[in-house]
């Protein structure tokens, strides 16, 4: 397995493209289980009880380390094979299952019961232990819930604790430009990370235009809200730094076009003093507790007015950065050469 399926740095090469690796699509999924036997990644059965096995929690992973891409398609090969034992036992129970059965109205609801309330630390949710209707057969005799839970503690099993060449070297630049072509080199040798798209490949990534976007038609838009407090808070930041163009825009702002993205509780979440360095283990990445306003226009664009990197307690510290496009019509021709902004 370590030669295969997470080491692809040890794939083999494609004459027709130098030296780069030759990447298989999909992993033969008989050779895949195989491995995961072959390197105990599977769960244990250590004992029989009544007739059955306990599996062993043990989620371990065997192999030490391993290559992004390797790791990325051994993990989603994994989040498959869980993905389809799950719709086989939905498809048996009837709950969302592929192909629908008609049932009358008393058989759904013996069927289909949430769970005692307090029964369990999750929401209201569907109980999957249902008594079986009457004259079919019991699909708990068919599936030990055990056994199909068991499946679970494989993913982590594929998550190794070392990623190599996660990060590539030298990402930095002093321009959005010069970030922007070194994105180019690694996507164009498909090195780690760089062999999917990622938004870097458009020309516009460091636009405000773009930053803006997806706060509010993103995957999460729901995290934005009204301003309220933080308009004044930056409006107090202007005065302090003199800035009267963004003074002024927030004086004359309508309430509902103000919005913000705040993330100001992070350091809360993860119990860190207002001092403290956000940071992995390994001390190579950081995280921020960024706050950043927005203003909402008639013809519906989100433009971004200021932005606090890292916010500890107030928008002086650090010191908001002030956009110097009041407007999406202003001229983008500094965007590109833009820094820090």
């Not at 990447?23 to 105990?40: A, R």
């Not at 055990?146 to 494989?154: E, H, K, P, V, Y």
């Not at 997806?214 to 933080?230: L, Q, V, Y």
Request: charged share 25%; hydrophobic share 35%; net charge negative.
């Amino acid at each position: 397995m370590s030669a295969t399926l997470f080491r692809m740095d040890r794939v083999n090469k494609n004459p027709s493209n130098g030296d780069l690796p030759c990447f298989p699509k999909e992993w033969d999924k008989g050779v895949f289980k195989s491995e995961l036997i072959k390197n105990s990644l599977f769960p244990r059965a250590i004992t029989p009880k009544d007739n059955d096995f306990i599996f062993s929690p043990d989620v371990r992973a065997a192999l030490p380390e391993g290559t992004f891409q390797g790791t990325q398609k051994a993990a989603t090969e994994m989040y498959n094979h869980i993905q389809s034992r799950f719709t086989s036992y939905f498809d048996i129970t009837n709950f969302e299952s592929t192909i629908p059965q008609p049932l009358e109205l008393e058989q759904k609801q013996k069927l289909f019961s949430f769970q005692k309330s307090g029964s369990d630390n999750f929401p209201p949710h569907l109980d999957l232990v249902t008594s079986p209707i009457e004259g079919a057969v019991n699909f708990l005799e068919i599936f030990n819930l055990t056994r199909l839970l068991d499946i679970g503690l494989l993913l982590p099993r594929v998550i190794l604790d070392k990623i190599l060449n996660f990060i590539n070297d030298d990402p930095e630049s002093s321009t959005m430009v010069g970030i922007q072509q070194r994105n180019r080199e690694i996507r164009k040798a498909k090195k780690n990370i760089g062999e999917e798209p990622n938004i870097g490949d458009r020309d516009d990534w460091f636009t405000d235009a773009v930053f803006a976007q997806p706060n509010f038609t993103g995957t999460n838009p729901t995290t934005i809200c009204k301003a309220r407090d933080w308009a004044a808070k930056f409006q107090g930041e202007t005065t302090v730094q003199g800035n009267q163009k963004i003074a002024g825009l927030l004086k004359d702002a309508t309430v509902d076009s103000l919005y913000v993205q705040d993330y100001s509780y992070f350091r809360d979440a993860v119990k860190a003093n207002e001092d403290s360095l956000l940071t992995s283990d390994d001390g190579k990445r950081f995280g921020c507790a960024s706050v950043c306003l927005f203003q909402l226009i008639p013809t519906g664009k989100l433009h971004t007015l200021t932005i606090v990197i890292d916010y500890k307690g107030g928008v002086d510290k650090p010191v908001a950065n002030f956009n110097k496009r009041l407007s999406p019509s202003d001229s983008t021709f500094s965007e590109a050469g833009g820094w820090p902004w």
